[in-house]
């Protein structure tokens, strides 16, 4: 995880497009500049930067339904819950279930947990649309494979 990069996860674990499921890991690194200000003497993981891990993961099943060819951008988050405090040095676990796909929009829930224990919740919507750039496909494909998604071998 580079938090200042926004590269919010660190291993795409479970990649099953046809089941529409995705799982991935996220260890939240020792030392940040955003732990600075969030908290001083106090650092605690941001909450808006445990959604953004979510839709990183929900971005992943996204591409992998449009075999990396279209591009999901964020559009929306309702019945976000924040249950616990994630601190420096601690692993997520994020899922991302897909619940509905239509009008360009996907719908995803998405869970994050520590040790087993329910840290976080949302329901996300995403726009899916077209590369916006002709560099951006492969940049995304190789961060991708950075990431463990072996491309045109997901399921």
Do not use: W
């Given at each position: 995880?580079?938090?200042?990069?926004?590269?919010?996860?660190?291993?795409?674990?479970?990649?099953d497009v046809?089941?529409?499921?995705?799982?991935?890991?996220?260890?939240?690194?020792e030392k940040s500049t955003v732990f600075e200000g969030h908290f001083p003497g106090y650092p605690v993981m941001p909450g808006v930067l445990l959604l953004e891990t979510?839709?990183?993961?929900?971005?992943?099943?996204?591409?992998?339904?449009?075999?990396?060819?279209?591009?999901?951008f964020f559009?929306?988050?309702?019945r976000v819950k924040i249950r616990r405090f994630v601190l420096p040095g601690m692993v997520m676990k994020i899922t991302a279930d897909l619940i509905?796909?239509?009008?360009?929009?996907c719908m995803t829930q998405n869970e994050i947990r520590v040790d087993g224990e329910m840290i976080a919740e949302a329901e996300l919507t995403m726009m899916v649309m077209d590369f916006p750039s002709p560099e951006l496909p492969e940049l995304v494909r190789e961060r991708a494979r950075q990431h463990g998604v072996a491309l045109g071998l997901s399921t």
């Amino acid at each position: 995880m580079r938090l200042e990069y926004f590269d919010m996860i660190d291993t795409v674990d479970v990649f099953d497009v046809k089941a529409g499921h995705v799982e991935t890991t996220a260890r939240v690194p020792e030392k940040s500049t955003v732990f600075e200000g969030h908290f001083p003497g106090y650092p605690v993981m941001p909450g808006v930067l445990l959604l953004e891990t979510m839709n990183h993961t929900s971005g992943y099943l996204m591409l992998g339904m449009h075999n990396f060819g279209r591009l999901p951008f964020f559009a929306g988050a309702k019945r976000v819950k924040i249950r616990r405090f994630v601190l420096p040095g601690m692993v997520m676990k994020i899922t991302a279930d897909l619940i509905h796909e239509g009008s360009g929009f996907c719908m995803t829930q998405n869970e994050i947990r520590v040790d087993g224990e329910m840290i976080a919740e949302a329901e996300l919507t995403m726009m899916v649309m077209d590369f916006p750039s002709p560099e951006l496909p492969e940049l995304v494909r190789e961060r991708a494979r950075q990431h463990g998604v072996a491309l045109g071998l997901s399921t």
